[in-house]
């Protein structure tokens, strides 16, 4: 019988180690992901994503580019209803191609190599690590409601936020899944406790819905909209995320539409609950006046300690989705590499933690630049809205193609969207005219955005001649 340290120096030691850890080997002899997110991981996935700190700071800078409750809570609705569509769309998608990568799988199977490059570029450059970076932000922001942060403090808590969730995500999706969980309960509990406590708190309360104010930007109504709908987009977006895994669950075809359906329904029933009893107790004064909504409005009707407990709720909301962000997008970088047109690095999953440890410090480190080169939260959620709806097209474009072509249905059940094809395609159309309205009314700053993704461009010639050369 060998010895322990004579395994470790054997030529077998991985296929060793693998027999004894039930490790699954591709044929090339590599690790492969294990299959164990259930309904439930996909559902905490996407809430988890989904409500990060965006509702409890978005809704008082919304407020001050309209001027009264009822346009804010009609644009939101118009965005949740859009949202919604959105993902059907995408449970659509993840039922016929049930691969992890999500949309780079989508994007590379329609239009080929060049566009699903592309696309896993911009996911690395901006899209996904953007939310990261801009989400640690803010939780850096509410852990100072609690211990002073000046200066480089700030910096160095919310630099430290990216470090310990990828080192979550590093040693195992056991634990990150863990931590999802776990969080997602405590944040969607808590938001809950939030609407339903103080919908019952609002009786004697009056009432400053119809107060009525100008907008702060005198620009004009499309100016103020475009801003407003980039940022309650970017409070929604997460749904999109799911399929990213569906490698790893155990089975995609059942898990992802549940996921879309019950986790999609949940955010927006919070959502539009906590934007009214913001505006409620507030008003559009009030909520001009804070950048946050949700402590204030606890602070006001139960005082010091509500606020408290808020400003620790919207901590954890800010590392719950962080922390999905990271699981989710790093399968993107690996699913590429395994397609080889990018770092061959990122397709190396760990022998013994089963994940994608590579990919996941590429991201975790890419975030932190992007955190140190951009600032602010403003600044980093409009570029990454600006940059998801390019994909957002070319994904619906995709997912006309897949829908004529039948792909996926000789596999198995496949979920279809109703309505076919006036939901997708007024879809489609809602996607596009923001992507121009914003390119007019906000030219700079779409320039700078689209130079982000457009920095792909001498990569993906690289990577895309060298694999055609092998």
């Known amino acids: 019988m060998p010895s322990w340290m004579d395994r470790l120096d054997s030529s077998k030691q991985f296929g060793y180690f693998a027999e004894h850890n039930k490790i699954r080997l591709k044929s090339d002899g ?15 996935l996407l809430i988890g994503i989904t409500i990060g700190s965006g509702i409890f700071s978005t809704p008082a800078l919304i407020a001050g580019y309209f001027g009264s409750y009822s346009q804010i809570i009609t644009t939101w609705l118009i965005v949740s209803a859009f949202v919604m569509v ?31 490059f592309m696309f896993g570029w911009a996911q690395l450059i901006i899209i996904r690590t953007s939310p990261g970076a ?87 109504f499309f100016a103020n909209l475009i801003p407003a709908l980039i940022l309650i987009i970017f409070t929604h977006t997460g749904f999109d995320r799911v399929g990213y895994v569906a490698g790893e669950m155990k089975d995609p075809r059942k898990i992802i539409p549940r996921s879309m359906f019950v986790g999609l ?7 539009v609950s906590s934007v009214t009893i913001y505006h409620y107790v507030l008003g559009m004064e009030g909520m001009r006046a804070t950048v946050t909504p949700a402590a204030d409005v606890a602070f006001m009707m139960i005082g010091t300690y509500g606020a408290a407990a808020v400003a620790l709720l919207a901590i954890i909301s800010a590392v719950s989705s962080t922390n999905g962000t990271i699981l989710a997008s790093s399968r993107v970088y690996y699913a590429m590499a395994k397609d080889g047109i990018f770092f061959k690095s990122f397709e190396h999953v760990h022998e013994r933690f089963r994940t994608p440890t590579r990919a996941i410090i590429a991201h975790c480190l890419w975030a932190s630049v992007i955190l140190l080169a951009r600032g602010t939260f403003e600044n980093i959620a409009a570029g990454m809205v600006f940059a998801i709806l390019i994909f957002y097209t070319m994904t619906t474009l995709a997912f006309f193609k897949f829908r004529k072509e039948k792909t996926g249905e000789d596999e198995g059940k496949v979920f279809k969207i109703p309505f076919f094809p006036y939901l997708p395609a007024l879809y489609l159309v809602g996607v596009v005219g923001l992507l121009v309205a914003r390119i007019i009314f906000e030219f700079k700053e779409s320039l700078i955005d689209i130079s982000f993704v457009l920095t792909g461009l001498p990569v993906s010639y690289f990577w895309l001649r060298r694999k055609k050369q092998k």
């Open 30 to 44: 590599m690790a492969d992901l294990k299959k164990e997110l259930t309904t439930f991981d996909g559902i905490a």
């Open 134 to 220: 801009g989400l640690a932000i803010i939780a850096a922001d509410y852990i100072a409601y609690f211990i002073p942060l000046p200066g480089f403090w700030h910096t160095a808590v919310a630099l430290s936020v990216i470090a310990l969730l990828g080192t979550f995500n590093y040693v195992g999706i056991k634990w990150s899944a863990l931590f999802q969980r776990v969080t997602t309960v405590i944040k969607i509990s808590g938001l809950i406790l939030f609407v339903v406590l103080f919908l019952f708190l609002l009786g004697g309360t009056p009432s400053n819905l119809g107060s009525v104010v100008t907008t702060t930007n005198g620009a004009g």
């Open 265 to 271: 329904s949940l955010i927006i029933v919070t959502y």
């Open 86 to 116: 959105g993902g059907m769309i995408y449970a659509e998608l993840g039922t016929r191609i049930p691969t992890t990568g999500g949309e780079y799988s989508y994007i590379r199977k329609a239009f080929g190599p060049f566009a699903g």
